[in-house]
């Protein structure tokens, strides 16, 4: 079969890979730990489940909207101005079926042939191929580890040329953990304001922090930058609702305006029955969102302790998302490895820990750790892990 030249270009997502993997030696009837999940392993709070169900016997099973529910986007435009005092009309917002068609809408809205977009590494896995389905460029820009593998505005500055168009901003990141501060969004939306950069501020993780840290939107630093910003967010991580697919963009009305129209040639609209269980999502609460931030909480504290004490792993601890990432290179070449890669491919055959390799998300020395799982089950894996390294070390 002749396929197109657009798709013979593309990475297969590196997370489903592990994770399909995974899967099928647990078909096959081995004990395997899958950390590799890019999910909550909460079910979705039961007053949204409802919600949803009573919207489909009220009749709400036909086309909505292409860009999505006028009651959706005022539960949206309010949680903007609760959380983040953010204001932004109606003809401001789109909903998709999830952050990632949002994503890949945005991208085939804004570039042209050759357009450069600056992602930070690490990166999640879409940002590049959606930039390149698009016909862009993705330029890479590296979040040093020893700044907590976040990139200054010196170094976005020297990635500008004539053909930027766009920086992508994910704060709490994936794979990471780790946000920007308030003052670093002011240092670097300065930046891109100086340049005439869009920003494309990834914001899916906002609910997921711990600690005392705050979570800031650069759409807040100042008007002009809200103006310059997109944010993009939803409901699939703060309210254990991946399947669902329901996210959103905030932005320029134009923009969104261009948006709508592409996702009413190819999606039509979103579930009508996930768009009122999203309703139900953002204007009620039972307090469950917050019992699953705890819980993400306390098994980071754990888990972390544990991980950096294993020989020849170090990691930064993250501040939110439900990823650790942590830099395995020394423990992969006392082990014999010449790739953190080839590390995880045999610690997945031998001990039955899924973990996924760094190199997917642009860091080779890296591996991703979900603690979107138990704790005892994350405490197992880890001591599987420790015994690979002191069986082949
Ligand atoms: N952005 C980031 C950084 C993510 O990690 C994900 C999901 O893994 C998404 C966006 C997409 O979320 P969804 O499409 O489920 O709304």
Same mark, same amino acid.
């Given at each position: ?60 099973t036909k086309y909505t ?73 993705? *330029? ?59 920003? *494309? ?68 609209n979103p579930t009508a ?121």
């Open positions: 079969m002749q396929l197109s030249k657009r798709v013979s270009t593309l990475t297969p997502s590196s997370t489903l890979a592990i994770t399909a993997k995974a899967k099928a030696l647990k078909a096959e009837g081995h004990d395997v730990i899958g950390l590799g999940a890019g999910e909550p392993d909460f079910n979705t709070p039961s007053y949204i489940i409802e919600a949803a169900a009573a919207s489909m016997r009220e009749g709400h909207p292409s860009g999505g529910l006028p009651e959706l986007k005022d539960a949206v435009t309010d949680k903007f101005k609760k959380d983040q005092d953010l204001d932004y009309y109606q003809d401001e917002i789109m909903v998709g079926t999830g952050a990632k068609h949002v994503l890949y809408t945005l991208f085939q809205a804004l570039l042209d042939e050759d357009d450069e977009v600056i992602i930070p590494t690490p990166y999640w896995v879409s940002y590049p191929e959606q930039v390149k389905l698009a016909g862009g460029k993705p *330029v890479y820009v590296d979040g040093l580890e020893e700044n907590d593998f976040k990139i200054t505005p010196e170094q976005l500055q020297s990635a500008v040329n004539s053909k930027t168009k766009a920086v992508i901003i994910n704060s709490p990141s994936n794979p990471t953990g780790n946000m920007y501060s308030k003052e670093e969004l002011e240092k670097i939306g300065e930046t891109a304001l100086k340049n005439n950069l869009l920003v *494309v501020s990834d914001e899916i993780y906002e609910k997921l922090i711990y600690g005392d840290v705050v979570h800031h939107s650069i759409a807040q630093v100042s008007q002009q930058l809200k103006d310059q910003t997109v944010v993009i967010n939803g409901v699939s991580k703060s309210h254990s609702m991946t399947g669902w697919r329901i996210g959103y963009a905030a932005g320029n009305a134009e923009l969104i305006k261009a948006m709508t129209s592409l996702a009413s040639h190819s999606t039509s029955s996930s768009q009122y269980g999203a309703i139900a999502a953002y204007t009620k609460e039972d307090g469950s969102v917050e019992k699953m931030r705890q819980a993400f909480e306390e098994r980071l504290d754990c888990v972390y302790e544990k991980l950096v004490q294993i020989p020849g792993v170090s990691c930064v601890k993250p501040k939110g998302a439900f990823y650790l990432f942590p830099n395995v290179k020394e423990a992969a070449s006392s082990c014999g490895f010449s790739s953190v890669d080839d590390w995880v491919k045999t610690l997945l055959e031998e001990e039955k820990v899924a973990v996924v390799p760094g190199s997917g998300f642009g860091s080779p020395d890296n591996i991703r750790l979900s603690y979107a799982t138990s704790l005892d089950l994350l405490e197992s894996a880890l001591e599987r892990m420790e015994r690979f390294i002191n069986n082949h070390s």
